[in-house]
């Protein structure tokens, strides 16, 4: 009797045993479990942290040196591996110690630039060599195009989210339906009824900036039927010309990437708005033919926050030939239209800099 109480206990004694076991067993495979979960939690968060992240291609189109270039260098600090830069300028001119004092742009420019003239095709050429540039790395999926005089009007993070939160390109773009650029000599390549105006300060999806580099129809329409006209004084003592399309200026910069957009049907792809904010001042000339064909340039004297603050509180833009009012958003809320502003001078630009009216 007493034998079979101690094979009892022993037994009872064993089968503890083994569950201590499997427990303990349950608990270090438990433990093993969390480590390898924190493991991955923390190896994901650094890959996370250091894979490459979607860029923005900032695209300047530069006579030579950029006079602002201390108003970028402040915009760019903090938005490291989120950005490209690229600078079209005059041939030969280079980006170095002596000619740039932001790093930011040290040997950014391209290294096949052109001569650039206003109002001719030109100017959209050399956009198309900075958008093949640019396109060559995978990574950027936004282009943004600036001139030598724009200033940004937000920090780097907002400037980010807000062009990033759609996937559309922002392209000014409405029929031009007074100005009479169009050449009916386009057609019927560039039918009439695809004739389009806007900005040139343009920002492109990565599949629309292909669009561009790749389009082999509707540029070089603009290259044989967009001459540059000659300045209203030039005829003031001379006859007209008596083949009128010779002196037919289509000013291709401010109608060529809308015309393709929509020759290629993609205008439901893009938010009909320009990013870029210009100030044209019709009443700034006393020749009414010259009236309008450039926007003001502000000044050291103009350069105030209360300037700033009006050009940030725009949030529609109302479209004359297309009775269309365009009111501004972003992530589905009413914003601000203008991310950049232009032209700025190099003191009027280092003013508000030093004001902290940039809030940079």
């Known amino acids: 009797m007493k034998r079979k109480v101690a094979q009892q206990k022993q037994q009872s004694y064993k089968w503890k045993r083994k569950l201590f076991a499997v427990l303990l067993m349950g608990l270090c495979f438990g433990c093993l479990v969390l480590m390898m979960q924190s493991q991955y939690s923390r190896i994901t968060t650094l890959a996370s942290l250091s894979a490459p992240r979607p860029k923005i291609a900032f695209l300047f189109i530069a006579r030579n040196r950029l006079p602002l270039d201390i108003v970028w260098d402040a915009f760019f600090q903090g938005g490291e591996n989120r950005f490209s830069i690229y600078v079209h300028s005059r041939p030969g001119f280079l980006f170095n110690k002596a000619t740039t004092?932001?790093?930011?742009?040290?040997?950014?420019?391209?290294?096949?630039?052109?001569?650039?003239?206003?109002?001719?095709?030109?100017?959209?050429?050399?956009?198309?060599?900075?958008?093949?540039?640019?396109?060559?790395?995978?990574?950027?999926?936004?282009?943004?195009?600036?001139?030598?005089?724009?200033?940004?009007?937000?920090?780097?993070?907002?400037?980010?989210?807000?062009?990033?939160?759609?996937?559309?390109?922002?392209?000014?773009?409405?029929?031009?339906?007074?100005?009479?650029?169009?050449?009916?000599?386009?057609?019927?390549?560039?039918?009439?009824?695809?004739?389009?105006?806007?900005?040139?300060?343009?920002?492109?999806?990565?599949?629309?900036?292909?669009?561009?580099?790749?389009?082999?129809?509707?540029?070089?329409?603009?290259?044989?039927?967009?001459?540059?006209?000659?300045?209203?004084?030039?005829?003031?003592?001379?006859?007209?010309?008596?083949?009128a399309s010779k002196e037919h200026n289509c000013i291709p910069d401010e109608h060529y990437v809308q015309t393709l957009l929509a020759h290629e049907g993609l205008e439901e792809e893009i938010t009909r708005r320009s990013l870029t904010h210009s100030s044209w001042d019709l009443s700034s000339s006393k020749d009414r033919e010259r009236r309008g064909w450039h926007p003001v340039t502000y000044k050291f004297s103009d350069a105030t926050p209360m300037l700033i603050q009006s050009i940030k509180g725009i949030d529609n833009i109302y479209y004359e030939t297309e009775y269309r009012r365009e009111w501004c958003s972003s992530k589905g809320k009413p914003s601000p239209c203008f991310l950049f502003a232009r032209k700025f001078t190099r003191p009027a630009a280092l003013r508000l800099l030093n004001t902290s009216a940039l809030e940079l």
């Open 101 to 243: 004092r932001s790093a930011y742009f040290l040997n950014r420019q391209v290294n096949n630039s052109i001569q650039v003239d206003w109002g001719e095709a030109s100017m959209i050429e050399a956009e198309r060599i900075l958008l093949k540039h640019a396109l060559e790395d995978t990574y950027n999926k936004r282009f943004v195009f600036l001139s030598d005089s724009c200033i940004p009007l937000y920090n780097f993070g907002y400037i980010y989210d807000y062009i990033m939160s759609t996937s559309t390109s922002f392209v000014d773009s409405f029929a031009d339906t007074k100005e009479g650029r169009y050449n009916p000599v386009m057609a019927p390549v560039i039918p009439v009824h695809n004739w389009r105006k806007g900005s040139q300060w343009v920002v492109l999806t990565r599949k629309h900036a292909e669009v561009v580099v790749n389009d082999n129809t509707v540029f070089p329409m603009f290259q044989w039927h967009c001459k540059r006209r000659s300045l209203p004084e030039f005829w003031r003592d001379r006859p007209l010309p008596a083949d």
